[in-house]
């Protein structure tokens, strides 16, 4: 059943709100800091996040064109130069004015781009040692909008285990249980790696590193 979309948008502005007060006041130094997303500190991060707001479509367009059609290494690339050319001081600014910005991935709505915020917002506070960051009514919302092709994207390998929330009323899968707080289990659909402390049941190694 579909969300009500001004449920979603309030969710989505919360997140992009939250995200903002956390950065404004993140030391200099933590930046730099690598996150779960493989290759980027915290700054490519947060540029990647609001990078639908600095770009137009068809500047989005032209960028995917000089990446040869490849849209996961258009937004590397931009991430990465925005990061550079960008103060942490304009980045935040940019997600802090834009708590409200209509923007929705291709095909995927706006539970589409509160998936987008809360994960991503996941990638920078895990790392940080800030845990329970996004509210369990906003993961809630997100687990509930995921689909079988949504989990494919990221082409995890759910075979013979049951992720089982322990946080939530929340499982996904069938097989041998591995538990934990549905954030993380969130993270492990989207094939972010996890210490290996925050799941627990046979099979969540291949979630997690030691």
């Known amino acids: 059943m579909a969300l009500p979309e001004t449920e979603v948008r309030e969710a989505i502005a919360e997140q992009r709100r939250d995200l903002a007060g956390l950065l404004e006041k993140l030391p200099a130094s933590s930046w730099d800091t690598p996150t779960l997303c493989e290759g980027w500190r915290v700054r490519e991060v947060v540029a990647h996040v609001t990078m639908p707001f600095r770009y137009s479509l068809p500047r989005v367009m032209l960028e995917v064109l000089r990446s040869r059609g490849r849209f996961n290494r258009m937004a590397d690339r931009c991430a990465r130069r925005d990061a550079v050319a960008l103060s ?31 994960i991503h917002g996941l990638d920078i506070t ?64 989207c094939g972010r790696t996890l210490s290996a402390d925050r799941l627990q049941g046979v099979g969540s190694e291949r979630f997690t590193r030691t």
């Open 88 to 118: 942490s001081g304009d980045l935040t600014a940019s997600l802090r004015d834009n708590v409200d910005h209509p923007w929705k991935p291709p095909g995927g709505g706006f539970e589409g781009a509160l998936s987008h915020d809360v």
């Open 126 to 189: 895990v790392p940080l040692g800030i845990d329970r960051f996004v509210t369990q009514e906003r993961i809630a919302l997100v687990l509930q909008g995921l689909s079988p092709k949504n989990v494919a994207f990221f082409g995890v390998d759910l075979q013979g285990v049951q992720l089982r929330a322990d946080d939530l009323d929340w499982t996904f899968g069938s097989g041998t249980p591995v538990t934990g707080h549905a954030q993380d289990l969130l993270l492990a659909l």
